[in-house]
Structure formats: structure tokens, C-alpha cells
């Protein structure tokens, strides 16, 4: 069974500070990975993907990724009391199928 | 505007009856994605299409049915035969290929009368 997980939180961090969402996959297949930003009931929202080992930044956020340990995270800047939501982290496709894998999502809290 | 548009954005199933969760994107994508998500279980996937008159089932099929007949709309059809129909259900659809992100429209929650 091919997983991705993802610790449920909360992660409560206090405004301005930077918060470290992190997740691991099983599937060494798969090919990219995304981080999505879900605000209760709501719909996903497409934050970042990353597809090459080492750092990705745009604005206050960076992917990271490192294939040899199978572990992706998230890292938030400066965050903002709107930021906290749950960020769900989902890979793929793999080399015979077009379907991503979502963790259980990691629940941000940010306190002012 | 460019988007996924997903309809009704409620909807009540008496027992017995078939519902239709309709799906539409104007963004040109090839691949389209149902799922279902309960709370603190994520999304799990129903059906996916990656061209029109074709589409595979994900990991919970059970109980659903879809069509793809043309490239903007991808309905998804909730049967008697789904036993827990209530969640909320989401379609995506994406550019096939390569490293695009799945995007997904707004969303639609279904209760049981």
C-alpha cells in the first residue's frame, strides 16, 4: 500500500515565527510532490510542488525535498494568524499511474 | 474566468435515490479527478479520466459512476448501492503529464435525508 504521512498536529507556532510541516511517502516512484492548503470547509488550494531534490522558495514558502530519505516538508515565514489551516501533502504521479497520494493533512495553528 | 465550476454546492439523497455531482473546467485540462473526503481521513479517490470516453476507477469506486464524454465535464453519479454517501466531494482536474498539479474546484457536500 502506497502512503503518504503526514503527523495530524496541531502545530501551534506563534506569529512571526517559521513553521516546519513535514511528511514522508513509501512510493519511490513517485515523481512530484504538492503541499495544499485547506481552510475548514473549503477546497484545496495548490501552495507549492517540488519534483528535485534540495529547496524550493516562493515569497514566504520553501519545499524541500530529499528522495534518499523518502521526506518532503514545508517551511512557512514569518507566519500569519491567516495561514493557519490544515496543509495536506500529496506525490505522484509514479511511473504506472496518474494518482496522487494524500497525507491526513497537518493542522497549522498560528496564535498572535 | 478560467476555473473548475462544481454543482450544487449542497445536496440532500433520500434513501434509495441516485444523485449527480456535476463537474465543468474551462481550463483545457486532459485529466479529470473525483474524490472523497471525510473528516481527519484526507481525499480519497473515486474515478479519474485522462482523455474523453475513457476513465479509471481510484480506491473507492464502490457504489459510484461517472461518464467522460466530452473534455470540460466529468460527471459523478452517487448510487443507491453507496451505503455512506455523506462527505464532501471534490473534483480536479490537471494539464496530463509531466509535473502539473491537480487544481480543484470549490466543492460539494452531500447529506442524507
Known amino acids: 500500500q502506497k502512503e503518504v504521512e503526514q503527523n495530524s498536529g496541531p502545530l501551534s507556532v506563534p506569529e512571526g515565527a517559521i513553521a516546519s510541516l513535514n511528511c514522508t511517502y513509501s512510493d519511490r516512484g513517485s515523481q512530484s510532490f504538492f503541499w495544499y492548503r485547506q481552510y475548514s470547509g473549503k477546497s484545496p488550494e495548490l501552495i507549492m510542488f517540488i519534483y528535485s531534490n534540495g529547496d524550493k522558495e516562493d515569497g514566504r514558502f520553501t519545499a524541500q525535498l530529499n528522495k534518499a530519505s523518502q521526506y518532503v516538508s514545508l517551511l512557512i515565514r514569518d507566519s500569519q494568524p491567516s495561514d493557519s489551516a490544515t496543509y495536506l501533502c500529496?506525490?505522484?504521479?509514479?511511473?504506472?499511474?496518474?494518482?496522487?497520494?494524500f497525507g491526513t493533512g497537518t493542522r497549522l495553528q498560528v496564535f498572535p | 474566468d478560467g476555473g473548475i465550476t462544481q454543482s450544487p454546492k449542497y445536496l440532500f439523497r433520500k434513501e434509495g435515490q441516485n444523485v449527480t455531482l456535476s463537474c465543468e473546467q474551462n481550463?483545457?485540462?486532459?485529466?479529470m479527478y473525483w474524490y472523497r473526503q471525510d473528516p481527519g481521513q484526507g481525499l480519497r479517490l473515486i474515478y479519474y479520466?485522462?482523455?474523453?470516453?475513457?476513465?479509471q476507477k481510484g480506491d473507492i469506486a464502490e457504489g459510484y459512476s461517472v461518464s467522460r464524454e466530452k473534455k470540460e465535464s466529468f460527471p459523478l453519479t452517487v448510487t443507491s448501492a453507496q451505503k455512506n454517501p455523506t462527505a464532501f466531494y471534490l473534483c480536479a482536474s490537471r494539464t496530463a503529464g509531466g509535473h502539473q498539479p491537480q487544481h480543484f474546484g470549490d466543492g460539494t457536500r452531500l447529506s442524507i435525508l
Open positions: 479520466s485522462q482523455i474523453v470516453n475513457d476513465f
Open positions: 500529496a506525490g505522484g504521479p509514479s511511473y504506472n499511474t496518474d494518482k496522487l497520494i
Open positions: 481550463l483545457n485540462h486532459d485529466a
